[in-house]
């Protein structure tokens, strides 16, 4: 028989073993939670798209109070990656498409032999009709060059100076390059991502020679020209009332400031039709940056949950609006978190995710209405379905590990919640920064072919003329 004190010993010693159990049960949880993580973002499916459990409605918890608000509303939740694209995309008629009507016909005649267009009884066969079909063609790029010439013109009398035509404009004036290569250049940088590497070797083909040296030289040079533009591009940006701000990671090879790894600044401004993309390099990801970029601006500024703005949006007076985009992406990461035997279950992730849905069904369906016609909707639809979110949200907030990947994305939404809901009061106002992210997803995708701008230079040239190829 144990000693009193004995006894107390092991009591102690048995509550700190089960205490440092849980911690890395907690511990393994959290870490298998990374690495179903990890195994998604290498071989999962890009798009956030979730499936109902089967022989179920798709409801966790609250399913009556859920669907009563669902009906009252007159909306539908779907579970779908970009949430304001069509569900069902139009069915595709089966044979082959025609080719495209604006493109221009060369028609080509295949006659018969004139010894075959004789009958056999003598008489000459009539045309009555033709069968026509057609062939896409391409002819490849041609490349010639284009040789100036200015006659110079004297008087043969008086001998009184020399008349020349001038100089035609051009945007490099002293480079062998005309307005039209420069042009194919940058598109097929800017906006096919083809490297200046690959180009070189295009070029080469035609036998022309041009290192990729003197491509970015070019391209460097050209930018000057277009700053007066990208100025009143800016300024128009400014006077908005509304700039949706993004920043994306870009490697600068020659730098002295910050390393290697500097950014790229993305604002997007405008209604549709008339919209504005602006791309900004630099350094550094620090407030200061954003306050420079949405100096004098005013009214709405749109971000993702990064605190600098915060900040600036004080400090400028401007009203800071979140994104629901990003909120709903950390619970469909938290639904893939999930053991591979639960994510067709029906847990409170999958219910949050839904009812973001609905708001998003919502804003599918008034997007066509002006904007005081889609406040008034959002006023009486959308808010009671925010209210239920957020108390449906806070009620599992005391029962949800606060490390593991819902309890983060908890934690987001309940932090973000005053920005994110503040959509609710203008119309102008977007559900979220998906545009922003949209007009960075071409660097993006240009980035993996190029991987890196070689120097401070060449990531501002390249901010300038993603700015006027993504907004042209």
């Not at 048995?14 to 290498?42: G, H, P, T, Y």
């Not at 005309?178 to 490297?195: Q, Y």
């Not at 009214?299 to 709903?328: E, I, K």
Request: overall charge positive.
């Amino acid at each position: 028989m144990l000693e009193p004190s004995s006894s107390t010993d092991a009591q102690a010693q048995i509550a700190q073993l089960q205490a440092l159990l849980s911690e890395r049960e907690r511990r393994i949880r959290v870490l298998e939670e990374a690495l179903r993580l990890m195994r998604v973002e290498k071989y999962g499916a890009s798009r956030e798209k979730l499936g109902e459990a089967p022989g179920q409605r798709g409801l966790f918890n609250e399913a009556e109070a859920a669907v009563e608000i669902l009906e009252a509303a007159g909306v539908e939740a779907t579970l779908i990656a970009t949430p304001l694209r069509d569900d069902k995309a139009p069915a595709k008629s089966p044979g082959r498409k025609a080719l495209p009507a604006h493109l221009p016909r060369i028609e080509v005649r295949h006659e018969l032999p004139a010894i075959e267009r004789v009958c056999g009884c003598g008489a000459a066969l009539q045309e009555i009709g033709a069968e026509t079909s057609e062939q896409l063609d391409i002819i490849p790029a041609k490349i010639h060059v284009i040789r100036h010439v200015r006659p110079k013109y004297a008087c043969a009398h008086c001998h009184v100076g020399v008349k020349i035509a001038p100089v035609p404009a051009q945007i490099l004036p002293r480079s062998n390059v005309s307005s039209r290569f420069l042009a194919h250049l940058i598109t097929s940088k800017f906006v096919d991502g083809l490297p200046f590497y690959r180009l070189q070797t295009v070029l080469a083909r035609h036998e022309v020679a041009m290192p990729r040296g003197t491509q970015a030289a070019v391209t460097i040079n050209a930018h000057a020209p277009v700053v007066p533009l990208l100025n009143l591009m800016d300024e128009r940006m400014r006077a908005s009332g509304y700039i949706r701000i993004d920043e994306t990671p870009v490697q600068v090879l020659k730098s002295e400031a910050n390393g290697t790894q500097q950014w790229m600044w993305v604002r997007v401004a405008g209604p549709p039709g008339q919209r504005l993309i602006l791309f900004d390099h630099d350094p550094s990801r620090s407030a200061q940056v954003a306050a420079r970029l949405l100096e004098s601006a005013s009214g709405y500024v749109q971000s993702d949950g990064y605190a600098a703005y915060d900040a600036v949006a004080a400090s400028s007076q401007l009203t800071h609006v979140g994104c629901f985009a990003h909120a709903r992406r950390r619970f469909f990461e938290a639904v893939q978190a999930l053991p591979r035997s639960e994510q067709k279950r029906n847990t409170a992730a999958h219910e949050i995710v839904r009812r973001i849905d609905a708001l998003y069904a919502i804003e599918r369906e008034i997007k066509h209405l002006s904007d005081e016609e889609r406040r008034h909707a959002r006023q009486t639809r959308a808010a009671p379905l925010l209210d239920a979110l957020h108390t449906f949200t806070k009620s599992l907030q005391g029962q949800t590990l606060t490390s593991g990947k819902l309890g983060e994305a908890l934690a987001y939404l309940h932090k973000q919640w005053a920005k994110l809901i503040r959509y609710v009061d203008d119309g102008r106002i977007a559900i979220d920064t998906n545009l922003a992210e949209n007009a960075i997803r071409p660097f993006a995708r240009g980035r993996r072919a190029w991987l890196f701008a070689d120097s401070v230079k060449g990531a501002k040239a390249s901010a300038a003329f993603f700015s006027l190829v993504e907004t042209a």
